[in-house]
């Protein structure tokens, strides 16, 4: 049971260069999440899915655009990549409210991005 | 802009030592959670308290919430080395599914 998977750890790209970022989590929530982590800044949330066919705008979705592939899988897009989006990125997913209102958030363990 | 912002920034204990560290949080939430990062990994869930609690344990973690001073507190007792990391509240609020995480307060337990 992997549960949240983020491909690639590492990447270092130039300026203007476009990738993607994937993740994919293995057990069945509906919900998920990109966040950015910059020192001193904790964790921002950049764009969320709440379920499958929907996404919606975080705190900093400037610069990055996201796809729902499917229920288990949850792309993030940097279409012309700038220095100031070097960060470290993280993905988490989230059961819907059942047995618990609030159900936790369970994070891949990120990939580091640093663009030249 | 975040909603919460842990203090200290970072507290160095001995093992076996207490810590405690602190959250305060600007609106008002359904729910505050507590997670833990250690160095190069992702974020793991710790522990909730929902609004209308005021202390919550589990296992050697204990946390209060004072929603009328809009603060929380984690204290780790008999602390380890395994305990170095990074804390990190978050809160929810409304009926969304977001959570707004502080800047964290790192914590190292020396041998």
């Known amino acids: 049971n992997a549960g949240v998977t983020q491909t690639p750890k590492f990447q270092v790209l130039k300026t203007g260069q476009s990738m993607t970022l994937q993740c994919a ?42 796809s729902r592939l499917n229920k288990r899988e949850f792309s993030l ?15 988490a997913s989230r059961s819907s409210p059942g047995t618990s209102i609030y159900p936790p958030q369970h994070f891949g363990d990120g990939t580091r991005l640093s663009i030249l | 802009s975040q909603q919460g912002e ?3 920034q970072a507290l160095s204990i001995q093992e076996g030592e207490n810590a405690t560290m602190n959250c305060s949080y ?52 008999a602390s380890r080395a395994a305990d170095t990391a990074s804390y990190f509240c ?3 609020q409304g009926g969304d599914y977001k959570l707004s995480f502080g800047a964290g307060t790192t914590v190292t337990v020396r041998a």
């Open chain 1, 77 to 91: 897009r940097l279409e012309s990549a700038a220095p100031s989006q070097t960060s470290v990125y993280f993905c």
């Open chain 2, 90 to 92: 978050a809160t929810g």
């Open chain 1, 25 to 66: 989590q293995d057990m069945n929530h509906n919900s998920m999440y990109w966040y950015r982590q910059d020192p001193g800044m904790g964790l921002r949330l950049i764009y969320y899915s709440a379920s499958e066919g929907t996404t919606d705008k975080g705190e900093v979705p400037n610069g990055y655009n996201v």
């Open chain 2, 6 to 8: 842990e203090d200290p």
């Open chain 2, 26 to 77: 600007k609106t008002s939430i359904n729910n505050l959670q507590w997670y833990r990062q250690n160095s190069g990994r992702g974020l793991v869930h710790l522990i909730l308290i929902r609004s209308n609690e005021r202390e919550k344990h589990s296992g050697r973690l204990r946390v209060t919430l004072d929603t009328s001073k809009k603060s929380s507190s984690l204290l780790i007792t």
